[in-house]
């Protein structure tokens, strides 16, 4: 975990403006061969909120991965704006790279008021600051997950359970993964940031109990995973240097598609947001993975 990585979120969700509804922005410094489908999705909300009145709090947010963005390159974010009344407002933003449609994002505002309310109970586990650190985790496992340990690590995760790598080490499976996250250093005072916070941050461990399901992880057994959409409904402000709890599972796996489900949770017990990922997942059993 560092400063400088959190520092690198902030930067690269200060999106710069060229005009009413058109914005640009950056990679980071470290990334995957693709750009990082959480960065792309909080980018895109953040480009989206700058156009529509404070006031109005975001409830849902609808993406569709098209194509792969290039790191090297900068990302171009379009906004259209298809609604805006005294409580209701709804965007689309279309990211865009060399003329290429990437990711076409819907998102919805809406200030609804006091009404009725419910909620489902978190899981009970232990304190954040019980349990360890992922960089402690990832120790001796370098050269089985070099993508997670070399990958930006802005985010604070505190596992509750073993990660799908150590799990597969002991030979173990695992229908679900519950992690404590907090943002490294101080978050601004801008709810528009804190909720892309969140938004970069479901996209990190939401996929991970397809596999854990069926013993597998990442590294140790050769798996190609891709997003093909993902889904975020905001119930309540966050304030993401605060601790949350990720709880994440999969209801189903099938035609080589898997679905993974998530809430986040504050210290509270209060539900947060939720959030549904499809992802085209493959395993190949018996194939060897190459590493470095």
């Not at 991965?65 to 965007?91: M, Q, S, T, Y």
């Amino acid at each position: 975990m560092s400063t400088a990585d959190f520092e690198e979120l902030l930067a690269i969700l200060d999106l710069d403006r060229v005009d009413d509804d058109t914005f640009v922005g950056s990679h980071p410094s470290r990334n995957p061969v693709r750009t990082f489908g959480g960065q792309m999705m909080a980018q895109a909300f953040v480009a989206g909120s700058r156009t529509v009145a404070e006031k109005l709090r975001p409830s849902a947010l609808s993406v569709h991965f098209i194509a792969g963005g290039d790191p090297e390159k900068d990302l171009e974010f379009h906004v259209l704006r298809l609604r805006d009344e005294r409580r209701f407002a709804n965007r689309r933003v279309d990211v865009m790279q060399n003329g290429e449609l990437l990711t076409t994002a819907m998102i919805s505002y809406m200030n609804g008021g006091s009404g009725i309310e419910h909620g489902i109970e978190p899981p009970e586990l232990p304190d954040p600051e019980s349990v360890p650190s992922v960089d402690e985790l990832l120790r001796g496992f370098e050269d089985v997950v070099p993508h997670f340990v070399s990958a930006l690590r802005p985010i604070d995760w505190r596992y509750t359970n073993d990660p799908s790598w150590v799990m597969r080490d002991k030979g173990e499976r695992l229908a679900y993964n519950r992690v404590w996250m907090k943002a490294v250093g101080a978050m601004p005072d801008d709810p528009v940031i804190n909720a892309a916070a969140l938004i970069y941050s479901s996209d990190t461990t939401v996929l991970d109990s397809i596999i854990t399901t069926h013993g597998l992880s990442w590294g140790f057994d050769r798996i190609f995973a891709v997003t093909m959409n993902h889904s975020v409904w905001f119930h309540r402000p966050v304030r993401f240097d605060e601790w949350v709890l990720y709880s994440t599972s999969s209801p189903v796996a099938t035609d080589s598609r898997g679905l993974g489900t998530g809430h986040f949770f504050n210290r509270s017990g209060q539900l947060l947001a939720t959030v549904v990922q499809e992802g085209i997942v493959k395993y190949f059993p018996g194939a060897k993975v190459q590493r470095a």
